[in-house]
């Protein structure tokens, strides 16, 4: 992905999630920060979730039963779904501390050959992220897996189910500016009733211009801010709903039985069950405590969700329907009608700043999102940009924003309304829901080991409800709700397309690589002229050579004098340890100067996010450490030289060990005296390592240019001769300079294919590769030292 950062510095990838589990303080702090990020959507539900459940009923049908019929619908939907299913039951599905669909679909393709990732192969079992703890197979969890591990079609169901739900949140994500801010801005049109609605859209779409003009100056400036305001939301919320219980109606509190869910639909019949198209929106947002699981503790989400946030938003709702039972024509107007004239002006102040918080929550996850398709190869390649130095996650991809802009404006100007508004988000929110429970069963069976009977359970309970209330929105298409079908739709084809088209570039790329046998067999010099200098071939493949190369030195036979086959890896892991992220590997004898690099990047990672010299002097660090690592262990230096395409070594932990035993060589730097505190001390000692390393994350670097030499003058410790030639050869090689070679693929269905195929890949495809980010651009491949090779895939 193409990746810019507004500093010299990369962002850490630490997450508050991941330290101090046990500390009161720390899960109280990450409780208070998370009020701003995960729950600004769900706390303003409240501004329209009455007026769209009624919106079908004239105000002469509405009783005070159903009133109270209404708010039971409202607190049981809230407890059991919110609650129950993501507080108790979901959040523990998590993959090394991520949430959302896609945590839920990496975690299973762990625990099973489900995936229809790119690159998904046996060594990315070695990862310490990747490796799970998992309880004995159940005989009926091993017959769910195995169903599903040999039956293609439903492979490519259980993909189609994740794009759909990664789809409808994408669509969440767009509708909740629309529908935020103008339910926050109609209180205009309640305290000035002289005043048109246009005047309350106008007031809209200027807060949504400024909010999405102002994304790539980032929010981690004033992000502070967000916790306050929805805490000061939420105390509004709160005690304008304690008085207009206690001044209007205290009784309605026996509204929470759920006797009157049953006497509601007995006497609104077919109305009652449209309705719940408005009741469902109550739980808008509960998916996030789910989705930003990874920036927070599971711990620290329970106790402001249980603590404050279910408890302020009942309180309001009981608020509300007491209002409403004894003010039933102002079922219209929502929320500001309830708010006591004295206050009126702060209140409509900090609903309007509310909804502007859970606005920029929704967008930031958007684009968490689509960042997350990119590196998982689902998603064309868009630009990233860092807006933070300290702060992991905050990211603005400016094609996504302005198009997210366009269709946010253009719903607001279109609907003039958050009841149509409310149709189209209704569905996108449910469809998120099922999916996220249709995903939660298969990890009760497979991940879990549960048995059949609590998964299904659980499917039963949760789907069922969610499908009734699917049902209800559906209704509504013809209302607005086409709006959520359309983006999802065409959000899916897009990624559909994108993976189907790079998949099948992957696979004409692994049948038409090159026997390793026919390169080696051209002896050390390859047959062709070694000039100074790195050359960097970049492919998908972990073994083999690229069809690229063999193009290129049969037609220039000129090479490097060193060759590294870089291949750049996205896992299926949320993240990458600094120390597990190069797999370094040697291809051929020692004489012939070739290697092969692999470089792993979680679909959560930042990596990317330097410069060209950064990502040259890290290979290089490692290429050393590499070379060190084999010449003091002949074992694998034997390994190698047997291999046709030698063992790949994770380098960091391994030459650690080595290091600590004394028997890792040193490789010291030269440095200026300007660059000497921004450089890498590359002394291979295991206190060095350590530090270099971290937790869970690469270490802050800044902008450097070093230098490698070999020292002139004798190390404690006599270094083998092979090895220090060695590393001269690639000190010498990196002086004269990296060249980074990289295919140019034109992709084209063969003349024998369908026309469906031919459609897909000659024109959908085409079409989004011509009009996306290229690699060269995103992998910040300097433009003077790029060789393009250009070929013709036929797939």
């Not at 900090?350 to 920029?360: K, N």
């Not at 659980?458 to 013809?478: P, R």
Request: glycine residues 8%; aromatic residues 12%.
């Amino acid at each position: 992905m193409d990746t810019e950062v507004d500093s010299d510095e990369r962002p850490p990838e630490s997450r508050g999630a991941r330290m101090h589990k046990s500390s009161l303080a720390a899960v109280l702090m990450l409780s208070y920060q998370s009020f701003g990020v995960v729950y600004g959507d769900l706390c303003v539900s409240p501004l329209y979730v009455f007026r769209s459940t009624f919106s079908e009923d004239p105000h002469s049908h509405i009783t005070e039963a159903e009133i109270h019929g209404v708010l039971s619908l409202i607190f049981w939907t809230l407890t059991l779904v919110a609650v129950i299913k993501y507080v108790i039951i979901v959040l523990s599905a998590d993959d090394n501390g991520e949430g959302g669909t896609f945590a839920l679909y990496s975690l299973l393709c762990r625990h099973a050959k489900l995936s229809l990732i790119l690159n998904q192969q046996t060594a990315d079992s070695e990862l310490s992220t990747y490796k799970l703890e998992q309880p004995p197979e159940t005989p009926r969890g091993e017959k769910v897996r195995k169903l599903l591990e040999n039956n293609v079609f439903l492979k490519n169901g259980l993909l189609i189910v994740v794009l759909l739900g990664t789809c409808m949140v994408i669509g969440d994500g767009i509708l909740t500016s629309s529908i935020a801010v103008m339910s926050a801005t109609s209180g205009i049109t309640v305290a000035a009733p002289q005043l048109s609605e246009n005047v309350a859209v106008l007031v809209s779409c200027c807060i949504l211009v400024l909010l999405f003009g102002l994304q790539h100056l980032g929010t981690h400036r004033i992000s502070f801010l967000f916790a306050p305001i929805v805490l000061l939301w939420l105390l509004c919320n709160c005690t304008i709903g304690v008085y207009n219980l206690i001044t209007y109606n205290p009784s309605i509190v026996r509204g929470l039985s759920p006797y009157y869910i049953y006497h509601f639909f007995k006497v609104s019949g077919k109305n009652g069950w449209i309705s719940l198209g408005g009741v469902l929106l109550c739980i808008t947002g509960s998916e996030a405590m789910y989705a930003d699981l990874g920036h927070f503790s599971r711990n620290s989400i329970k106790v402001a969700f249980t603590c404050i946030i279910y408890p302020s938003l009942l309180l309001g709702y009981l608020g509300q329907a007491a209002y409403l039972s004894k003010n039933i024509n102002d079922v219209d107007h929502g929320f500001y009608r309830t708010i006591p004239e004295p206050i009126f002006w702060p209140v409509f102040v900090t609903a309007t700043l509310a909804s502007i918080v859970g606005s920029q929550a929704s967008i930031t996850a958007t684009f968490s999102i689509i960042k997350q398709c990119q590196a998982l190869g689902f998603f064309p390649w868009v630009k990233v940009v860092h807006t933070s130095s300290t702060m992991h996650g905050q990211i603005y991809i400016p094609e996504v924003n302005w198009i997210m802009f366009a269709i946010s404006l253009s719903v607001t100007v279109g609907f003039q309304n958050t009841i149509a508004i409310g149709n189209a988000y209704g569905i996108a929110v449910i469809a998120v829901m099922l999916v996220t429970t249709f995903l939660t069963t298969l990890v009760i069976l497979i991940v879990w080991q549960r048995s059949a009977f609590l998964a299904w359970g659980f499917f039963l309970l949760f789907g069922s409800v969610e499908l009734i209330y699917l049902s209800a929105a559906l209704y509504k298409v013809k209302q607005g709700g086409w709006v959520s079908l359309v983006l999802a739709g065409s959000m899916m084809c897009i990624m559909y397309v994108w993976h189907y088209g790079t998949v099948k570039k992957y696979e004409y790329d692994l049948q038409n690589k090159v026997c390793m046998k026919w390169l080696l067999g051209l002896g050390p010099s390859l047959g062709i002229v070694r000039v100074p200098g790195i050359g960097l071939i970049y492919t998908e493949l972990v073994t083999g050579v690229p069809a690229i190369f063999s193009h290129f030195v049969t037609n220039l036979p000129a090479f490097h004098q060193v060759l590294v086959f870089v291949c750049i890896k996205s896992v299926p892991v949320p993240y990458v340890p600094a120390h597990e992220r190069y797999l370094i590997g040697r291809v051929g004898s020692r004489d012939f100067r070739m290697y092969r690099c692999v470089v792993r990047s979680g679909y959560k990672d930042t990596y990317g996010s330097g410069d060209e010299d950064e990502f040259e002097n890290e290979l290089l660090y490692n290429l050393s450490e590499f070379i060190q690592t084999e010449g003091s262990a002949p074992w694998i230096a034997s390994s190698n030289e047997m291999s046709l395409d030698g063992r790949m070594t994770a380098m960091g932990a391994l030459g650690a060990s080595f290091a600590a035993s004394n028997t890792g060589l040193s490789l010291p730097l030269s440095e200026t005296q300007t660059e000497r505190e921004n450089t890498y001390n590359f002394n291979f000692n295991a206190d060095s390592l350590e530090s270099w390393e971290g937790v869970n994350s690469p270490p802050v670097v800044r902008k450097r240019h070093v230098h490698f030499n070999i020292a002139k003058s004798d190390t404690d410790m006599e270094a083998d001769s092979e090895v220090r030639k060695e590393l001269m050869d690639l000190i010498d090689a990196k002086e004269a300079g990296v060249a980074y070679v990289m295919g140019h693929p034109y992709v084209k269905a063969k003349p024998s294919s369908s026309w469906l195929k031919k459609f897909i890949i000659d024109c959908f495809y085409s079409f989004l590769r011509r009009n996306c980010r290229q690699p060269t651009t995103a992998l910040h491949i300097p433009h003077m030292s790029l060789i393009e090779v250009g070929m013709i895939y036929y797939v």
